[in-house]
Each structure stands twice: as structure tokens, then as C-alpha cells.
């Protein structure tokens, strides 16, 4: 006796629902953004931001300690490099090859940075690429055009405007390798676990090493609000500052540039130009005196055995994107 006809229906059902389920893999609600999304956002953004400018005052009235700076500086430095060098050079672009801890480390120093989960992140800055400074770059300083009014409304635009635009990258477009990596899903799903961390942590640690109130509080202004804030601008100007202004040595389908002044602060991500360049490259300051950290951390990471396949780069391929490759060549034809 063949059995009833009744259970076909439930394939298409199961992959509707697999479909549905996959569009959230890995972040905070869907591809546009909620209105409790956007008002977190406005808090994570404006809160730190008041905090740097009641900073000179709180510094000068004394409330400033070595402890507060070393939490300060350690965590910035942290977040910082994940970001640069985990949610940038790693699973953006795929410089280089790491081992599973290091991938779970790199995730998660990232998201302290409160800049994201690192899907989200990825998706964002991989369509930045593919439409860079035309129709279609989330954060582009040119968006309304070149004359001062327009260059000013696109500078604001590309600093922070953009990260309240409703419409969001399409993740399973951009992103669709991190969203079958079982691990980094894990580590997007717990954003909201580690910004808490990032948050509350300094305070933490700064009232049990000084054993006192003034000390959480201290290292709560500093090490978290203060600092959320500076490493937000500092990410948020390499899509400003560095697509309006700097030196262009190489060439690049768009108006990226070197600004020297934030090599320090951005972990060598202000070296701009070399990166639109040559995106995969793991050195982005590649010149004589340009330091980039984030290289030099992923050089020592390889030497340990932590990395593999680093894409260091070349020296004929350098020469063969640098701007005035093009001059030498028409000197040599001339000749």
C-alpha cells in the first residue's frame, strides 16, 4: 500500500524557512535597520562623543591617572587592531591565512571596538570596494558632488551619516563565505555579549586595581567612553579624511589617499592609497618611514606560527602600480 501524499508539501516549507533563518545569520536584525537599532546607534555614538569633550576638563581637574591611560591605551590598541587587521586585512580581504584560535581572537578584539558584528562590518566595507567613491559606495565624501557645499554634506555623509542610512549592505551578497563559517557566526551572534565586556570591563578592572569607587569610574570615562569614542572617529575618518585629502603615489580607480598624521592612531590604515591599490595586500604602509603596525603584528604572528599565506607585498607589483610607472615607461618607449 503506498503511503498518503500528504507529507510532500513539507520540503519547500523547510527550505522557506532555512531561507528566512539565514537572512539574520550572523547580526542584529534584518537588512534594514529598526528604529531601537538607530537609537542605539545615536547613543553609542553621542554618548563617547560628549565624553571627549568633557575630557580637558575632567584631565585638568585631576581625574586622570596612570591607570586610567594604561586601560585606555590597552584596549584602544586591542580593539583597534582587530578591527584593523582581523575585521580589515583578515575577513575582509583575506591577507593572510590564520589558525582557528587566532580567527575566534581576531573576531572577537574586533567587536570590542563597537563598530559592528563582524558580518555586518565585512558586508559594509566589501561594497565600499566594489563601488568605491561612485553610485553605490555606502560612505563616499563625493556622494553630492565636487564643489565645497556638496564636499562638505558628502565629508559628514562619509564620516558618520551613512551608519544611519536605513537600507543596509545585503550580507548573504557580500558576505556570503562568513556566513557559512560556523565560527564566525558564533562570535556575530554574541555582539551584544562583547560590547557589553568592552563597555564594562575597564571599570572593572580599574575599581579592583585601585581597590576604590574613583577608580572604576576614572577608568570608566577613559578606558571605555573616551576611548570607544576616539577609535569610532579615527575608523570612521579613514572613510572621510582619506578619501578627500593625502598623497596618491599609487594608482586607483578612486580618490583615496595618505594621510601621515593618523598612521599612528589607525594601525598603518591611513596608508589608503597603497590598499585601494592592491586590497589584499597585508602592508598597506609600504613606503620608507610608513608605519604600520597592523603589519608589523601580523609579521609577528606568521613568525609564531599563528598565520599562514601572508600576502606580503611585491616589489615588481609595486612598481607596476606606482604613478609614475606610467611616465618611466613612456621616457623608455621615447628613448
Known sequence: MTPPATAAPEAPVRAQQADEFDVDTGTLGGEQKKPWEQLALA???????????????????????????????????????????????????????????????????????????????????????????????????????????????????????????????????????????????????????????????PAVIGGLWSW??????????????????????????????????GDRPFKSRDKSGNVWWLAILSQGESWHNLHHSDPTCARHGVLKGQLDTSARTIWFFEKMGWVSDVRWPVRERLEARRVDADAKTRLKAAA
Open 212 to 245: 576604590s569607587i574613583g577608580g572604576a569610574l576614572t577608568a570608566f570615562f577613559w578606558a571605555s567612553l573616551v576611548r570607544i569614542a576616539l577609535l569610532h572617529h579615527v575608523t570612521w575618518s579613514i572613510n572621510s579624511i582619506c578619501h578627500t585629502i
Open 43 to 201: 547613543l553609542f555614538i553621542g554618548i563617547p562623543f560628549l565624553a571627549v569633550l568633557a575630557a580637558v576638563p575632567i584631565a585638568w581637574g585631576g581625574f586622570l591617572g596612570w591607570r586610567d591611560v594604561i586601560l585606555a591605551v590597552v584596549f584602544y590598541t586591542v580593539a583597534g587592531h582587530g578591527i584593523s587587521i582581523g575585521f580589515h586585512r583578515l575577513f575582509t580581504h583575506k591577507s593572510f591565512k590564520p589558525n582557528r584560535p587566532m580567527k575566534y581572537a581576531l573576531a572577537i578584539a574586533g567587536s570590542l571596538a563597537i563598530e559592528g558584528p563582524v558580518i555586518r562590518w565585512v558586508a559594509d566595507h566589501r561594497k565600499h570596494h566594489k563601488f568605491s567613491d561612485r553610485d553605490g559606495d555606502p560612505h563616499s565624501p563625493w556622494k553630492y558632488g565636487t564643489s565645497l557645499g556638496a564636499l562638505t554634506k558628502g565629508f559628514v555623509h562619509a564620516h558618520v551619516g551613512w551608519l544611519f542610512d536605513t537600507e543596509q549592505t545585503p550580507q548573504r551578497q557580500y558576505a556570503p563565505d562568513l556566513l557559512k563559517d560556523k565560527d564566525i557566526i558564533k562570535v556575530s551572534r554574541m555582539f551584544p555579549l562583547l560590547v557589553t565586556i568592552s563597555v564594562l570591563m
